[in-house]
């Protein structure tokens, strides 16, 4: 059984970069999609980006500036960089799989989700 | 536009029947799907492809397409159910993904 982990600092200093990573356990992360999404305290899911096994990415237009996913097969991780980050960017950071994507069709959805860790932004 | 709407709250007694509602104009062409999230936890997959249920999700949780609106459907509500959900989508060419704002539904 797929099982993601999230890792990196709790605490980001504002106009820092905030940076993640994101272990795959029980299963290879060469093959589907892999997506990162975020949750300000008290508030719904956003989108931030995904990256694909031969690690092409697509990010979500309000953050597309400031975001980098990257990969790592041999590690079986993927990550998170976001540049320049404000008291806004304070939110719960999910990993999550997208289990029925491939290079022919895609079925956008997320299981599993990591259990998600929290990064707030303060000096 | 890609925007997912949701009512920010619904209400039912026990053993009565929820109806979560999430309308988009992109939902005649994609799929929906949707989740659960309890307080603290990640959110967890209760329905994919508008209406298919994964393993391990109990049978009283359905969905269903029509038009630009697709609804979560819980017969049966337990307190258990109680959770924030949240549909969710893409565009039409699968490159960007989308959620709704989530529905609180209170279990009275």
């Known amino acids: 059984q797929v099982q993601l982990q999230e890792s990196g600092p709790g605490l980001v200093k504002p106009s820092e970069t905030l940076s993640l990573t994101c272990t795959v356990s029980g299963g290879s992360i060469s093959s589907y999609y892999w997506s990162w999404i975020r949750q300000p305290p008290g508030k719904g899911l956003e989108w931030i980006g995904y990256i694909d096994y031969i690690g092409s990415t697509n990010y979500n237009p309000s953050l597309k500036s400031r975001v980098t996913i990257s990969i790592a097969t041999s590690k079986n991780q993927f990550s998170l960089k976001l540049t320049s980050v404000t008291a806004a960017d304070t939110a719960v950071y999910y990993c999550?799989?997208?289990?029925?994507?491939?290079?022919?069709?895609?079925?956008?959805?997320?299981?599993?989700w990591g259990q998600g860790t929290l990064v707030t932004v303060s000096s | 536009s890609y925007e997912l709407t949701q009512p920010p709250s619904v209400s039912v007694s026990p053993g009565q029947t929820a109806r979560i509602t999430c309308s988009g104009d992109v939902l005649p062409k994609q799929y929906a799907y949707w989740y659960q999230q309890k307080p603290g936890q990640a959110p967890v997959l209760v329905i994919y492809?508008?209406?298919e249920r994964p393993s391990g999700i109990p049978e009283r949780f359905s969905g269903s397409s029509s038009g630009t609106t697709v609804t979560l459907t819980i017969s049966g509500v337990q307190a258990e159910d109680e959770a924030d959900y949240y549909c969710?989508?893409?565009?039409?060419?699968?490159?960007?993904?989308?959620f709704g704002g989530g529905t609180k539904l209170t279990v009275l």
């Open positions: 969710q989508s893409a565009d039409s060419s699968e490159t960007y993904r989308v």
């Open positions: 999550a799989r997208e289990p029925d994507c491939s290079s022919t069709t895609c079925y956008a959805y997320f299981d599993p």
């Open positions: 492809k508008d209406s």
